[in-house]
């Protein structure tokens, strides 16, 4: 364990430094700046601001064009449609720029809200800002919503606060659509490929996802944030990160904390659970590694995959469902995937839902919903109902086992002989 322990803190040491890095180059070097405009409203210090709005910089500004933005409040709806840079700048000691329209109206034909939308367009990077979605205006679960929002385009969200889009009464069915922090999506008819770095920020307040990628054609790099969700008392489905649709995410370094189910009972909190990291049908070759999930129903959900990679993630505080969750019904398969070095511990209660709901086990997969031909290696698992349930057609070997009521169990023989959780 020490060895596994040491290797673990030095993979995300390494990552944490690379990431910075990451964090700091952007998406790569991009189009030069061809002219930098400097924004601050009047009354406040700010030198050689030639602006007082983000949207008149945003209109008056050529392609590649980096606009800095001088600490105060910004009550804007910004909308972009070309390779811009977007940067908060700090004065007199004074470094928050906080954009907070005091309304938000559907963006264009497209039936979402955003404080900031990237449309058709590449190269967009928004950096150092604080961006408020709670001044919205949805009462339902439609237009979408999300504080910053990707529509067939590319770019990276780096070192800034991201809060505010939650729905004053959701009671929505999909998590899809609605109440996320940022989100990624492109047309039908778009091939991409968009690629978006989110690096570095702070996702807080959202309804459904901290992060969003959904449809074919989108890369996500999703690495070294803080997400903060408020799980299951915010009464509907919410993921810290989620990717769908055959979206591609490499999702590293994260802290990812939802929410456990607290006042409410198990069979209550399951309709309304929260979970880490979730992956329905996803492109192939998605990685997840390095994570630190706490505080939720299941830490990482996975629901149809292929050449998945989830490894180095360290996961607790679990309730209701179990550490990392494994089925292929979206999509028919889970399938020549790697799950291998996690750490995952205090997964429970042990009581009677565990063994009746197959469930609280620190890695689970589901029978007869197309898992196989997956390696489960090398975990360590302390305090949970049982280590590893798994199916015949995948293989498990080196799995660390420490205060699990039954270190392994076979999944395809649920629910007919499943043990009781009950202690000896």
């Known amino acids: 364990m020490a060895k596994h322990l040491k290797r673990t803190l030095g993979q995300l040491g390494l990552g944490f430094l690379l990431l910075g890095l990451l964090c700091t180059l952007g998406m790569g070097a991009g189009p030069a700046a061809a002219w930098q405009r400097v924004v601050g409203q009047a009354g406040t210090p700010c030198p050689n601001a030639q602006y007082t709005t983000i949207t008149a910089a945003i209109n008056a500004a050529n392609p590649g064009d980096e606009i800095v933005i001088c600490p105060a409040l910004y009550d804007e709806q910004l909308v972009i449609t070309k390779p811009l840079k977007l940067r908060g700048l700090g004065v007199n000691g004074i470094a928050r720029v ?39 205006a949805v009462t339902g679960c439609t237009p979408g919503l999300a504080a910053i929002h990707f529509h067939d385009a590319s770019g990276t969200v780096q070192n800034s606060a991201i809060f505010g889009a939650q729905l004053a009464a ?27 770095l989110i690096c570095g920020n702070s996702i807080h307040d959202f309804t459904a996802n901290g992060v969003l990628a959904v449809d074919a054609g989108v890369k996500a790099t999703i690495t070294d944030n803080n997400i903060v969700g408020v799980g299951p008392s915010g009464g509907v489905f919410q993921f810290g990160v989620f990717i769908v649709n055959g979206a591609v995410g490499v999702i590293q370094n994260n802290v990812i904390n939802e929410g456990n189910c607290g006042a409410l009972s198990i069979t209550a909190c399951i309709p309304l659970r929260s979970e880490g990291i979730t992956l329905r049908a996803v492109g192939d070759w998605t990685v997840v590694e390095n994570n630190f999930i706490s505080k939720a129903q299941s830490g990482i959900f996975v629901n149809g995959a292929r050449h998945l990679r989830v490894t180095g993630n360290i996961i607790g505080n679990i309730d209701a469902f179990s550490g990392m969750d494994l089925q292929g019904t979206a999509s028919g398969y889970l399938t020549d995937s790697q799950f291998d070095w996690n750490t995952i511990y205090n997964v429970g209660p042990i009581d009677a839902n565990a063994s009746n709901n197959e469930e609280g086990c620190g890695i689970n997969e589901y029978s007869g919903t197309g898992v196989s031909g997956n390696t489960i290696s090398h975990n360590t698992i302390n305090d949970a109902y049982c280590g590893v349930a798994s199916v015949a057609a995948d293989e498990v070997s080196s799995t660390v086992t420490r205060n699990t009521l039954y270190a392994t169990l076979d999944s395809d023989l649920y629910p007919t002989t499943f043990p009781p959780a009950t202690e000896p």
């Open 98 to 136: 906080l954009i907070q329209p005091s309304s938000l109206t559907p963006v264009g034909s497209l039936g979402f809200e955003a404080v900031i939308a990237v449309l058709n367009t590449h190269d967009v990077t928004i950096d150092n800002l604080a961006v408020d979605a709670s001044k919205n």
């Open 170 to 196: 959701p009671g929505c069915t999909t998590a899809l659509p609605f109440g996320n922090g940022v989100g990624v999506q492109v047309d039908a008819d778009e091939a991409g490929p968009f690629h978006v």
